[in-house]
């Protein structure tokens, strides 16, 4: 049983059956009564946001959750395909479940799938990706020194503010957790 003392981000908790991740939380001590922790969660199953007050001492179950690493293969109908690489076995979760997730994945990209009662529920990707430039406005020399961004599309069609310097081809870190660009990798 995990107590409001255990919580951390990232943490997965079982509340009214359902699996939840501690997405932000904070301590909160008041002058006269007693001391509470607002925590941010999301329901692993359905993807909603839920922000809840839980009072000092209040226990909740873990969540049966396991993690497989599985590289992703392909869109169809049925969803976003993944396959476990060891044996084979392949997972479609469904654009909802993938959310966001679908700016960051390439063809072969290795990500964890969450599984809860042998049911895929969530994606965890690693904490940046590669992603090409496909199309944005070319520099102007002399704005080098203001530090203005401009908007480049990525090959995912994620829409990212670059530095004036960054053209067409070439490749960018963006970070997962925030979709922000993060720095230049290679030049085409």
């Known amino acids: ?12 908790l079982l509340i009214d059956n359902d699996p939840f991740v501690i997405v932000d939380f904070q301590h909160v001590k008041p002058g006269k009564g007693n001391q509470f922790t607002r925590t941010k969660l999301r329901n692993l199953v359905t993807g909603q946001n839920l922000e809840r007050t839980i009072k000092s001492g209040e226990k ?16 169809d109908d049925t969803g976003y395909v993944f396959m476990d690489p ?12 993938v959310a966001d997730g679908k700016n960051y ?17 969530g994606l965890e990707f690693p904490s940046s990706v590669n992603l090409k430039v496909v199309s944005t406005e070319p520099g102007f020399k002399g704005n080098t020194v203001t530090g203005t961004y401009k908007p480049a ?4 069609g994620l829409v990212v503010q670059v530095p004036l310097h960054t053209n067409e081809g070439d490749i960018l870190k963006i970070d997962t957790r925030t979709g922000e660009y993060k720095e230049r990798v290679s030049i085409r």
């Open 1 to 12: 049983m995990h107590d409001t003392s255990d919580f951390r981000k990232g943490l997965h």
């Open 60 to 75: 909740f179950p873990p969540a049966d959750v396991d993690f497989k690493d599985m590289n992703y293969l392909y869109k």
């Open 86 to 97: 060891t044996d084979y076995n392949q997972v479609a979760l469904h654009p909802d479940v």
């Open 105 to 121: 994945l390439l063809e072969n990209i290795e990500v964890k799938v969450c599984f809860f009662n042998d049911r895929a529920v």
């Open 153 to 156: 599309t990525l090959e995912t």
